[in-house]
């Protein structure tokens, strides 16, 4: 971490933070835990962690964080989502509770878990070609997926299991990025430093 790397805060309401800053920290970036508004105001950028989305979702709600993280992002704040940070930035979810609320800005369907439970959690080696020639070591833990993507949304890596060859588990649409796996999990920090990248170009 460099005094001048960005200030990137980790959404800490619920999920696996610590890892998050970790790799930001190993990426370059200043990393903070937000939970509050205030700590949103000063933030450059933010990660919404893995966890459980329906109780992300609650608590953001519960704690008066809903409305300024959709503010955050419609003002152009870069946001990074993993597994049920994905679920919690995307447009619209299958087999979410009716009354299940996102941050929203990918213009994507995604489905919650979506590779099966707990027991079905697993590895694979992802192609992820705008990080080079090397796999990506994704870690799928409960994970969705996505099912479809607006026009103005890139598709970054497929896995070929679950709904079909070639099922869409990375995306970026702007300042926004998503996994449906667990980056921080896995010692490879390539997706956090191409999200400092991002965040470095909006400062």
């Known amino acids: 971490m460099t005094s001048d790397g960005p200030l990137v805060g980790v959404l800490a309401i619920q999920g696996d933070v610590r890892e998050h800053m970790w790799s930001l920290r190993a990426a370059g970036a200043r990393a903070v835990p937000v939970g509050s508004t205030s700590d949103l105001e000063s933030v450059d950028a933010l990660v919404l962690p893995g966890g459980e989305s329906t ?3 609650k608590l953001a709600l519960a704690d008066g ?7 955050a992002r419609a003002a152009g ?10 679920i919690m930035l995307a447009d619209r979810i ?12 990918l213009d994507i369907v995604v ?11 697993f590895e694979a080696a992802v192609a992820v070609p705008c ?14 997926w996505v099912e479809s993507v607006g026009d103005d949304v890139q598709v970054l890596a497929r896995v070929d299991r679950g709904l079909a060859e ?9 300042s926004l990025l998503a996994t449906a796996f667990h980056p921080e999990l896995t010692g490879d920090s390539r ?3 191409l999200f400092v990248q991002m965040v470095r170009q909006t400062r």
Do not use: K, W, Y
């Not at 704040?77 to 994905?86: E, I, K, Q, R």
């Not at 080079?132 to 870690?139: K, L, M, S, V, Y």
């Open 65 to 71: 964080l809903m409305e300024p993280l959709r503010t």
């Open 111 to 121: 489905r919650r878990n979506a590779f099966g439970r707990q027991v079905d959690s």
């Open 131 to 144: 990080l080079g020639e090397t796999d990506f070591p994704a870690i799928f833990i409960r994970a969705p």
């Open 55 to 57: 109780t992300m979702s």
């Open 77 to 86: 704040m870069p946001m990074f989502g993993s597994c049920a940070g994905m």
């Open 191 to 193: 997706f956090h430093d």
């Open 94 to 105: 299958q087999d979410g509770r009716p009354d299940q609320e996102t941050v929203g800005g």
């Open 166 to 174: 070639g099922t869409i588990v990375a995306v970026r649409q702007g």
